[in-house]
């Protein structure tokens, strides 16, 4: 076995070759977010959480005081928690195998390779709605935890004097008022986006769960005014995703989200952070962690596969939640 071709270096590249041929509409939100590297264990950005108009002022004075900014920093923690998965082999296994060449070796790499991948990626696709920024949930801090309206958010809480923009809009109606009327699901679509653009936020796309996604339906053909699909949402479609379509944008259906709620956002601002560090290798935008870990008997050979993840929503007013209860 020569020193270009090692377990490891075959297992990196069957990673990788795994993480290219992932059927993205499986990982929907996960598979639309910008990737970007975090290079220390901090995900930090600057925000304005004023909520002031401009003023009207004549042409040569002054900018008055309430005009100005108030940036503030924001911040996330990131590699203190990880998504992990171990391969366990025999030793004898990988010895025969890497003896024959790179092709055997690769096939004994490959069902687990694919379990390996297909577990990370659905615990980040869940975590990116339901983090808590706890070990368990691999440090991640979701949707769900960057929704909770006034609450507070990577730092900043919206009950700290001169913080009070940092708001994200909310709508909440029952499950029995929206199925005994279907139209009124896009009442709360329409107030939804209302709050968000009031709020001088954006949005570009609306996730949820597919039961979610079928309540939409009903009112989509109910009121079908998006019956066309455009832009974003026809590209979408024609990638294999279970998609409607709002005022223009995108209407998703995700198994990763929970039932009974739909998120506005802002995918220019909102990303997909891994931890880079020396041990990490570049993957699809992903820093993965691919390597051998000590084995609690002799004869077989245990490897690790990781990622250190973090969601970041640099604009907390480009995010919305409708909530059924």
Same mark, same amino acid.
């Given at each position: 076995?020569?020193?270009?071709?090692?377990?490891?270096?075959?297992?990196?590249?069957?990673?990788?070759?795994?993480?290219?041929?992932?059927?993205?509409?499986?990982?929907?939100?996960?598979?639309?977010?910008?990737?970007?590297?975090?290079?220390?264990?901090?995900?930090?950005?600057?925000?304005? /959480?004023?909520? %002031? !108009?401009?003023? @009207?002022?004549? =042409? #040569?004075?002054? +900018?008055?005081?309430?005009?100005?900014?108030?940036?503030?920093?924001?911040?996330?923690?990131?590699?203190?928690?990880?998504?992990?998965?171990?391969?366990?082999?025999?030793?004898?296994?990988?010895?025969?195998?890497?003896?024959?060449?790179?092709?055997?070796?690769?096939?004994?790499?490959?069902?687990?390779?694919?379990?390996?991948?297909?577990?990370?990626?659905?615990?980040?696709?869940?975590?990116?709605?339901?983090? /808590?920024?706890? %070990? !368990?949930?691999? @440090?991640?801090? =979701? #949707?769900?935890? +960057?929704?909770?309206?006034?609450?507070?958010?990577?730092?900043?809480?919206?009950?700290?004097?001169?913080?009070?923009?940092?708001?994200?809009?909310?709508?909440?109606?029952?499950?029995?008022?929206?199925?005994?009327?279907?139209?009124?699901?896009?009442?709360?679509?329409?107030?939804?986006?209302?709050?968000?653009?009031?709020?001088?936020?954006?949005?570009?796309?609306?996730?949820?769960?597919?039961?979610?996604?079928?309540?939409?339906?009903? !009112?989509?053909?109910?009121?079908?005014?998006?019956?066309?699909?455009?832009?974003?949402?026809?590209?979408?479609?024609?990638?294999?995703?279970?998609?409607?379509?709002?005022?223009?944008?995108?209407?998703?259906?995700?198994?990763?989200?929970?039932?009974?709620?739909?998120?506005?956002?802002?995918?220019?601002?909102?990303?997909?952070?891994?931890?880079?560090?020396?041990?990490?290798?570049?993957?699809?935008?992903?820093?993965?962690?691919?390597?051998?870990?000590?084995?609690?008997?002799?004869?077989?050979?245990?490897?690790?596969?990781?990622?250190?993840?973090?969601?970041?929503?640099?604009?907390?007013?480009?995010?919305?939640?409708?909530?059924?209860?």
């Amino acid at each position: 076995m020569s020193n270009l071709m090692t377990p490891i270096s075959v297992l990196r590249e069957s990673i990788e070759a795994g993480l290219v041929a992932l059927r993205q509409s499986n990982f929907p939100l996960l598979s639309i977010l910008t990737k970007r590297s975090a290079f220390q264990d901090n995900v930090k950005w600057n925000v304005d /959480v004023t909520t %002031t !108009a401009a003023a @009207g002022i004549s =042409g #040569l004075a002054a +900018a008055p005081a309430p005009s100005s900014d108030t940036v503030v920093g924001a911040s996330l923690a990131i590699g203190a928690a990880r998504f992990a998965h171990t391969i366990r082999l025999t030793k004898n296994d990988v010895t025969q195998a890497a003896a024959i060449g790179v092709e055997p070796l690769t096939d004994l790499f490959r069902s687990h390779v694919d379990v390996a991948i297909q577990r990370i990626m659905l615990s980040v696709s869940q975590n990116l709605y339901t983090g /808590v920024g706890s %070990t !368990a949930t691999g @440090g991640m801090v =979701g #949707l769900g935890s +960057a929704a909770l309206g006034t609450g507070a958010y990577a730092g900043l809480n919206p009950a700290t004097a001169g913080q009070e923009g940092w708001v994200s809009s909310q709508q909440t109606a029952t499950i029995a008022s929206i199925d005994a009327s279907p139209v009124a699901l896009e009442t709360l679509f329409r107030n939804l986006k209302n709050g968000v653009t009031t709020a001088n936020g954006l949005f570009d796309l609306i996730v949820c769960n597919p039961t979610f996604l079928a309540r939409y339906e009903a !009112a989509y053909i109910a009121n079908p005014k998006d019956a066309i699909l455009t832009g974003q949402a026809a590209l979408l479609a024609s990638l294999g995703y279970n998609v409607y379509q709002y005022a223009g944008r995108p209407v998703v259906g995700d198994n990763s989200c929970p039932a009974n709620v739909a998120y506005a956002m802002d995918t220019q601002s909102a990303d997909l952070y891994t931890r880079q560090t020396s041990e990490t290798q570049a993957m699809s935008g992903l820093n993965v962690v691919v390597g051998q870990i000590a084995s609690d008997t002799a004869t077989a050979m245990v490897f690790e596969v990781a990622v250190f993840p973090q969601l970041v929503l640099k604009n907390r007013l480009n995010l919305g939640r409708i909530l059924l209860t």
